[in-house]
């Protein structure tokens, strides 16, 4: 069954550092990918998604995600994070014989110390 | 343009009852999906609907239930409820279907207590 795999559980940092959140999932096919952000209180935001075309994607508040094929991952990454980052990241996967089904990971619950 | 809105917010039932949940999606958009989110097992995908067709199911007992209008506004349905039902319950929506620029858009969700 196909699956996507979050390393990280939970993530502190203090502000301007740099931020990468890995994510991997398990199957050989055609793929969308995504990366939602939950912010605390809020509900599920699209941060950014890859469809094909430049495997490097951006997508809002400066967040920036690189789909490496071989590697079956689409790690996450900011250059200087803000207080304001922190919430729940979800890395998410389409793939191409379940329609709509987005399967998530188990999220990483990312914590910028001001 | 709105976006996805769900109704009730917040419901309270007791084991045993059963629960009806609303979906609008944002205009235009054509497929509803459903979600459970718990702090134990994290968002799990319950099924999809588009065009009044549910075109995939999740690994949930038959008390899920959901169907879609014509106007694409959905509902899901659980019967019998345990305690164990007790979650977040979100409904995405997108313009189409599969890989075909399927980006879901999230609405608040509902947030179901059994007792």
């Known amino acids: 069954a196909q699956s996507v795999s979050q390393h990280n559980h939970h993530v502190i940092l203090s502000e301007a550092a740099s931020l990468e959140l890995g994510c991997n999932y398990s199957?050989?096919?055609?793929?969308?990918l995504f990366w939602y952000v939950q912010y605390p209180g809020q509900h599920l935001q699209l941060l950014l998604k890859?469809?094909?075309?430049?495997?490097l994607v951006k997508g809002i508040k400066g967040f920036e995600a690189e789909f490496i094929k071989s590697k079956f991952s689409f790690n996450l990454r900011k250059p200087s994070v803000q207080w304001s980052d922190t919430a729940e990241y979800f890395c998410a996967v389409n793939v191409d014989n379940q329609g709509g089904k987005l399967i998530f990971g188990q999220g990483t619950e990312l914590s910028v110390k001001p | 343009k709105a976006g996805v809105t769900q109704t009730p917010r917040y419901l309270i039932k007791t084991r045993g009852q059963q629960v009806t949940l609303s979906c609008s999606p944002i205009s235009g958009h054509r497929s509803v999906s459903w979600y459970q989110q718990t702090p134990g097992q994290g968002l799990q995908f319950l099924f999809e609907y588009f065009s009044e067709t549910q075109r995939n199911k999740g690994n949930f007992p038959g008390r899920f239930s959901g169907r879609q209008f014509s106007n694409s506004r959905s509902e899901m349905n659980v019967s019998t409820l345990e305690l164990g039902d007790s979650a977040l319950y979100l409904c995405?929506?997108?313009?189409?279907?599969?890989?075909?620029?399927?980006?879901?858009?999230f609405g608040p969700g509902t947030r179901l207590t059994v007792t």
């Open positions: 995405a929506s997108s313009l189409l279907s599969g890989l075909a620029g399927n980006e879901q858009y």
């Open positions: 199957y050989g096919g055609t793929v969308n």
């Open positions: 890859y469809f094909s075309g430049d495997p």
